[in-house]
């Protein structure tokens, strides 16, 4: 009888043996049913953290968004989305970083008249206290029903580009409105990866764009940083978005690089520059702006207080619009970089920069790479240099100036760094 008694209580235990912990039973119950029952801020921290661990990345976020700020949750979600995730982009949060790539994903792959805006509209709303940043790297146009085509076949629709409605992308007034958070916007009207489908009206910003986003600019007042760029923005257009922001309180930075802006534009930033905007930084790489246009940007310069980066890049200045920036930093006092590489500036922008040298005390940092400046610009720039204690860094590649000269400045530019570092 002992002995049967002692295998009945070992076949108990060993019974007993296979059932799970009710705690793991609960929260398997729990992670079975959260999408229809979320339960986690009743939890104990130890049993969140489990919950956290197991639930799946495909849960919709309209459960998710508002109710889980755990990083590491939304860290599984981002990998599991995307290859190649930088958090340092999008303020070092795992979270922010997803909302901001979800919607930007949403935003480049609308398309006007043919794609539902009731998800976008759905995303917006969850994604309102997380995004601080957009960067839409396309925009895509309505698709057209038809393509005009010659007798032969040929494709000739690219030739014509029309500025009407069937060219006009997605609204972003509505966009910027539901974001109350947002801060910086990075934008390209264009396509990616358009391969053998290339037409112009692809890479069209239409005047009622223009209109809609800079509206949708004035009206986002903790905008810090705009960036227009490689959007095919004329000098009327360019005009427009001015006209917007000249009272704006909070913008810092504004990129219009790789544009079609020339001198009529350019007057415009010149506004801009003497206007109430708190702009500290500018970018205008890679446009079109030559003597008349570089004329009135140095005229705004000698009145601004506020600006500290300028760059001109690759524009049409020429050595007489060269000289008309220079000089107007005899008398701004807050400029710290300046970039003037590939202007075609000679020896008359070598000279006004000798004068900056001697009287300005304020600019660090100045780019003239890609001029013509030789041999005789390069002595004016030991010159004026000899003469400037502040000044840490120039530029002067495939300037001609002269392996000596260049020398000479490079040392006297180590000068001023060792100052500036105290050494």
Same mark, same amino acid.
């Given at each position: 009888m002992e002995c049967q008694d002692m295998s009945v209580v070992i076949v108990v235990y060993r019974s007993l043996a296979t059932v799970p912990d009710l705690v793991d039973i609960c929260i398997g119950h729990i992670v079975g049913n959260f999408e229809g029952n979320p339960l986690l801020d009743e939890l104990k921290p130890k049993h969140k953290a489990r919950v956290l661990e197991m639930l799946a990345t495909s849960i919709p976020l309209r459960v998710t968004a508002p109710l889980i700020e755990d990083e590491g949750y939304w860290q599984r979600c981002c990998k599991s989305r995307w290859q190649v995730c930088d958090t340092s982009q999008h303020g070092n949060s795992w979270k922010r970083m997803f909302f901001e790539r979800h919607l930007q994903g949403l935003i480049e792959n609308f398309v006007p008249e043919s794609t539902d805006p009731k998800e976008l509209d759905n995303a917006l709303e969850l994604s309102?206290?997380?995004? *601080?940043?957009?960067?839409?790297?396309q925009m895509l146009p309505p698709i057209q029903d038809m393509i005009s085509k010659d007798d032969d076949g040929s494709d000739t629709s690219s030739d014509v580009v029309g500025d009407? &409605?069937?060219?006009?992308?997605?609204?972003?007034? %509505?966009?910027?409105? *539901?974001? &109350?958070?947002?801060?910086?916007?990075?934008?390209? $009207?264009?396509? *990616?990866?358009?391969? %053998?489908?290339?037409?112009?009206?692809?890479f069209k910003f239409t005047k009622r764009d223009c209109s809609l986003l800079a509206k949708s600019v004035k009206s986002c007042r903790n905008l810090r940083v705009l960036c227009l760029h490689r959007s095919n923005v004329t000098d009327d257009q360019a005009r427009v978005v001015m006209s917007h922001i000249l009272e704006h &309180?909070?913008?810092?930075?504004?990129?219009?690089?790789?544009?079609?802006?020339?001198? $009529?534009?350019?007057?415009?930033?010149?506004?801009?520059?003497?206007?109430?905007?708190?702009?500290t930084v500018?970018?205008?790489?890679?446009?079109?702006?030559?003597?008349?246009?570089?004329g009135a940007i140095g005229h705004a310069l000698e009145k601004n207080s506020r600006l500290l980066s300028l760059n001109l890049r690759l524009n049409r200045l020429s050595d007489e619009g060269g000289v008309a920036v220079l000089k107007s930093l005899l008398k701004n006092t807050t400029l710290t970089t300046l970039h003037l590489g590939g202007n075609e500036l000679g020896e008359l922008s070598a000279q006004a920069m000798n004068e900056v040298a001697i009287h300005n005390s304020t600019l660090l940092s100045v780019n003239l790479s890609c001029n013509k400046l030789g041999e005789a610009g390069g002595r004016l720039l030991q010159e004026g240099l000899e003469?400037?204690?502040?000044?840490?860094? %120039?530029?002067?590649?495939?300037?001609?100036?002269?392996?000596e000269n260049e020398y000479c400045i490079h040392q006297i530019l180590k000068r001023n760094q060792d100052r500036a570092a105290g050494k």
């Open positions: 309102s206290r997380f995004v *601080k940043c957009l960067n839409i790297q009407g &409605p069937c060219s006009d992308h997605l609204d972003l007034t %509505m966009i910027f409105k *539901k974001l &109350p958070q947002l801060e910086e916007v990075h934008i390209t $009207y264009g396509v *990616k990866n358009c391969g %053998m489908n290339f037409d112009w009206s692809l &309180p909070s913008l810092r930075t504004l990129d219009l690089s790789h544009n079609k802006i020339g001198d $009529y534009g350019a007057r415009g930033i010149g506004k801009l520059l003497v206007s109430k905007c708190p702009l500018l970018d205008l790489c890679s446009n079109q702006i030559s003597v008349h246009g570089a003469e400037n204690s502040a000044i840490t860094a %120039m530029d002067l590649r495939q300037t001609g100036v002269g392996e």
